[in-house]
C-alpha cells in the first residue's frame, strides 16, 4: 500500500515484544518504509569489532543501555547516511574523529540546537518514512533526536509480562544473518537449524534470562519518562496498542498507519 505522507515511526515495547515483528510486516504492507533498528546496528557494530562495537558488547550483554552519547552518534550517522535529514550533515558528528572513534566524545553536542521542523522537503516526501525500532530509549534521547528530525507517529506497544516471558524462552536466532525464530510460532524448519543455511541455532546473549530480567527493569525505569515525553506533545504523536501476540496487534497497527499516512 502506498503512503501519501512521510511516516517518521518510533516503536517502543519491552524488550521481546516483537517490535521486530511488526517492523518487518510494517515493511512488506508499506514498501516506501525502511528501518533502522538500534539494536541491530549494534549487534553489526559487534560482529565487526569497530571500537564503538567492542565498547557496546559487555554493556549489552549485561542488559544495561548504551550510553546515549554513543547511541545518538550511532542514529545520527546512519539517519544522515541515508539522506533522511534534510540539512547538511554537521561536521562534528561525520569527522572522521566521530566517526571511527565514536567513543572517544565525552558529552553530545547537539549539532542542530535551534529545532526540527524545519526540513523541508526531505523529511516530508513519502519516500523518507522510515522506522525506528528500539531507539529513542530514554527521554534524554527523545528529546535529542527531536532537535534532529521530527518523528511524526510514536507507537507504544504493550504485552502482558506472562505471555512476553514465555516468547524470550522461545526465542532463537541465526547469528549471522539476524534471523529470528520462535519455536512457539515461527519455527525453523528443521529444529535448531536456520532454514537457509542449516547452520546451528543460538540464543541471543541478551535473552539469557538473568539478563533478560535486568533489560525489562531497565525498560521499565527509562520508558515511562520516554513516553511522557510524547504525551506532553499533546499532538497526537503517542499512540497506544495492546495485545497478546503480535498476530492481534499486526491489524490496529496497519489501520493506523493508514488512517494517519495512506
Ligand atoms: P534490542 O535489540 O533493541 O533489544 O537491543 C539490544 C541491546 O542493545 C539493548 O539491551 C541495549 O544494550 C542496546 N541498545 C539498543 N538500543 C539502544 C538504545 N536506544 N539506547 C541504549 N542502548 C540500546
Given at each position: 500500500m502506498r503512503l501519501s505522507r512521510a511516516a517518521r515511526i518510533i516503536l517502543v515495547g519491552a524488550p521481546g515484544v516483537g517490535k521486530g515483528t511488526q517492523t518487518k510486516r510494517l515493511l512488506e504492507k508499506f514498501p516506501q518504509l525502511t528501518a533502522i533498528s538500534s539494536g541491530d546496528l549494534l549487534r553489526e557494530n559487534v560482529r565487526e569489532r569497530t571500537p564503538l562495537g567492542i565498547k557496546a558488547e559487555s554493556v549489552m550483554r549485561s542488559g544495561r543501555l548504551v550510553p546515549d552519547t554513543l547511541m545518538l552518534r550511532l542514529i545520527h550517522n546512519e539517519l544522515s547516511t541515508r539522506g533522511f535529514l534534510s540539512r547538511s550533515p554537521s561536521p562534528l558528528i561525520l569527522s572522521s574523529t566521530s566517526l571511527s572513534d565514536p567513543l572517544s566524545a565525552t558529552s553530545f553536542v547537539d549539532p542542530y540546537p535551534s529545532c526540527a521542523t524545519d526540513g523541508g522537503d526531505l523529511q516530508t516526501v513519502p519516500s523518507s518514512s522510515f522506522i525506528l525500532d528500539?531507539?529513542?530509549?530514554t527521554a534524554r534521547q527523545a528529546s535529542r533526536l527531536d532537535s534532529t528530525i521530527d518523528m511524526n507517529l510514536v507507537v507504544n506497544i504493550k504485552t502482558p509480562l506472562p505471555a512476553l516471558l514465555e516468547r524470550i524462552r522461545s526465542r532463537w536466532i541465526h547469528a549471522p544473518s539476524g534471523r529470528v525464530y520462535n519455536t512457539s510460532f515461527n519455527p525453523p524448519r528443521?529444529?535448531?537449524?536456520?532454514?537457509?543455511?542449516?547452520e546451528s541455532l543460538t540464543r541471543r546473549d541478551d535473552d539469557d534470562p538473568q539478563a533478560y530480567l535486568e533489560r525489562l527493569r531497565r525498560f521499565e525505569e527509562t520508558t515511562e519518562p520516554l513516553l511522557d515525553h510524547y504525551r506532553r506533545?499533546?499532538?497526537?504523536?503517542l499512540w497506544t496498542v495492546e495485545g497478546d501476540t503480535s498476530d492481534e496487534i499486526t491489524p490496529k497497527l496497519f489501520d493506523e498507519v493508514v488512517r494517519r499516512f495512506a
Open positions: 528500539g531507539f529513542p530509549r528443521v529444529d535448531g537449524r536456520d532454514d537457509l543455511t542449516g506533545k499533546r499532538n497526537g504523536v
